[in-house]
């Protein structure tokens, strides 16, 4: 089948690598598996072999407060398996051109190259940023999940905005001032919470994630992108770090 002719859309196109020493080694890159995993549940997905990179190309349709939700819990997952190593990530939105050939989609052009660059800008301690661009496009939208905060102090950030979701910015405590996942109290709370909204599966898929997730906050972000409606998740969050909060550990 012949190629079809690229389609030129404007669209969200997110950029990651893995920022510190020893991020080429094998554990690194076995553990960013995961990340890549729900990138390629999001979106079209390149890749170096064997490297912690990738750079994930949105459908223009997608909802994209939520699958950035779903991008900012996977690399709270990473950080907290792999510290000191963090995923940095920059988001950027330009136009990029959509082929098809024998049934695939696939995304090259410009936004993909402009999103790589900044991403090699960018502080390496910088989180998910936005680019400009980005920013632009996201003042557009409304019922975003997230705020976007300038980032100040460093010249490498390049007029680039820190993307900050309020629930899962209690992830990122340390280990040691959380609560266990494991805490017996919090997961009978936890699949009696979340069997509200999705039903009998949730006693399921917490043993499941709590095979991953060491600590209840982090929990919470695995658990979370099950729930499909947007207002009946972001409940579920709320109620469950209200819980942890409650129980004084955080």
Do not use: W
Request: aromatic residues 8%.
């Amino acid at each position: 089948m012949p190629l079809q002719a690229n389609t030129p859309i404007s669209t969200t196109v997110v950029a990651f690598d893995v920022s510190g020493a020893g991020a080429a080694e094998a554990g690194v890159v076995k553990r960013f598996d995961d990340v890549v995993v729900v990138a390629r549940e999001l979106g079209y997905v390149t890749q170096d072999a064997g490297s912690p990179n990738l750079t994930l190309t949105f459908a223009p349709e997608t909802e994209i407060g939520s699958a950035l939700h779903r991008v900012a819990g996977a690399i709270t997952e990473f950080d907290g398996s792999s510290a000191p190593l963090r995923v940095r990530a920059v988001v950027h939105y330009g136009v990029v051109f959509r082929t098809v050939l024998k049934g695939q989609i696939s995304y090259l052009g410009s936004a993909i190259r402009s999103t790589q660059s900044a991403l090699r800008r960018a502080p390496e301690k910088g989180s998910v940023m936005a680019t400009r661009e980005f920013f632009a496009y996201a003042s557009t939208l409304t019922g975003l999940p997230f705020s976007l905060k300038s980032i100040n102090g460093t010249a490498a950030a390049d007029g680039m905005s820190q993307v900050v979701f309020a629930d899962i910015a209690a992830v990122r405590l340390p280990a040691e001032n959380g609560l266990p996942s494991a805490d017996p109290a919090f997961v009978e709370f936890v699949k009696r919470r979340l069997a509200a909204d999705i039903g009998p599966f949730a006693s399921a898929l917490v043993d499941r994630a709590m095979r991953s997730a060491a600590m209840a906050t982090q929990l919470v972000t695995v658990l979370s992108p099950n729930i499909d409606d947007a207002t009946a998740r972001a409940s579920f969050e709320r109620d469950v770090f209200g819980y942890v909060k409650s129980r004084g550990k955080n």
